[in-house]
């Protein structure tokens, strides 16, 4: 459990360094990976769902060893500023979201949340300790089973060559490359 080798000020510090900027998301993210962990049992292999691609993936990145690289978290992207971290061969585990309707007593954070500030004109010192101060007390914490087509699959494709671009892909993808069949990412 690698939250409790850092206290909150060192991990800001090193989302600093990874994110460029102490961005509040990743602040709100610590504790809500150290409440889903304070439901988790202590043994075990927990892979990570976060189901927004913004700024939640960094925190669980750093905090836990799931990364995007290493295939143990997954990121659908549903909108919703929540994480799961779940037992990797049972699919059960916690899910972790922000609830709204515990955010009233905290208006910096609401602000934050709903995006009724203008960047600009937020006070992000202010933000930051609402959020220190808040803690875990916003998260919504649900017991929850992820679907078996979600959990992460681990196995190896066979690899090809492309006859179009020559470089190496899944040969499940067809007789070309994802990057051949489809548009692709760059002007001509
Ligand atoms: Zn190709």
Known sequence: ???????????????????????????????????AYEHLPEEGLFDALCETPKCLPDAIQLLTPCTIGNGWLTIKNLGRYALTLYDKYKGNGIRVAIDPEKLEPWPEIKAWFFKLKEKETQNEE?????????????????????????MVKKHRDRFAVCPMCHESYPLADGPLCLGCQNPGLYEE
Do not use: N
Request: hydrophobic share 45%; with cysteine.
């Open 1 to 35: 459990m690698k939250i409790d080798a850092y206290t909150f000020e060192t991990y800001m510090e090193r989302v600093r360094e990874f994110h460029g900027y102490d961005a509040p998301g990743l602040a709100i993210g610590w504790f809500m990976i150290k409440v």
């Open 126 to 150: 202010l933000l930051i300790e609402e959020i220190k101060k808040a803690g875990t007390s916003i998260c919504k914490i649900q017991h929850v089973r992820v679907k078996p087509e979600i």
